[in-house]
């Protein structure tokens, strides 16, 4: 009950702080994307680890109405994880470098002059390999695999612009579909693999925050009153 009053007034003085920023956005350009990072190190009685990941996600697009973005975006993704088992005596190494590439659709829906409200769609596709080992005292497995990706995806999310040209956004959620595609380069045998998946999630995971930088000039007519 007062999460959800501290989230009526935050709503409340977004509106009643925005001023005259024109929102005329047909047009114009927007710049900018998102960067995530995150660690974690654990040293317990039986297992040792380490992972570490980092994303960015540029983007580039123009708006088509004063509501309506087209636009594509391009992303990186590095991960890594060690492991090492202290029972079996073993040890764990996964890297992964993965490159995408992805056209989007942002529809603005505005309250006010500051504040909007962000349904962004996204369809593209994205190539990564991932080296993997595992080490015993007495043996010694390692992969190449090569994971290829298609996907779409609807993403919620808000935005608020600190001032004309320049709007930090985030987004909470994440709901689509994707096609998965692994071949393992360095075994002997048949070792492709198809996968599909649907994606529902809400979790903290899905939270990302982003900002965009609004340019060009305005294709929207003004009246002589304006």
């Known amino acids: 009950m007062i999460f959800k009053k501290i989230i009526t007034a935050l709503l409340i003085t977004f509106l009643a702080t925005s001023n005259a920023i024109g929102q005329d956005l047909k047009g114009k350009m927007l710049v900018g994307g998102n960067l995530n990072f995150s660690g974690r190190t654990y040293s317990g009685p039986s297992k040792n680890s380490e992972n570490f990941n980092f994303s960015i996600r540029p983007n580039f697009g123009g708006f088509i109405s004063n509501s309506v973005a087209m636009g594509a975006v391009v992303s990186y993704f590095y991960y890594n994880n060690k492991s090492e088992s202290l029972l079996s005596q073993s040890n764990s190494h996964s890297v992964r470098n993965e490159f995408g590439f992805a056209y989007f659709l942002r529809y603005y829906k505005f309250f006010g002059k500051k504040f909007s409200i962000l349904l962004t769609v996204t369809?593209?596709?994205?190539?990564?390999?991932?080296?993997?080992?595992?080490?015993?005292?007495?043996?010694?497995?390692?992969?190449?695999?090569?994971?290829?990706?298609?996907?779409?995806?609807?993403r919620p999310g808000i935005v608020y612009f600190i001032s004309p040209k320049f709007g930090v956004e985030t987004s909470f959620g994440n709901i689509g579909a994707n096609l998965q595609r692994v071949n393992d380069e360095l075994s002997s045998s048949d070792s492709r693999s198809t996968e599909s998946n649907y994606v529902l999630d809400f979790g903290l995971s899905s939270l990302q925050f982003g900002f965009n930088y609004y340019f060009g000039k305005s294709k929207v007519k003004k009246t002589p009153e304006e």
């Open 123 to 154: 369809a593209g596709g994205s190539r990564g390999i991932e080296d993997y080992s595992y080490v015993t005292s007495s043996n010694e497995i390692t992969s190449k695999n090569i994971i290829q990706t298609a996907s779409i995806s609807f």
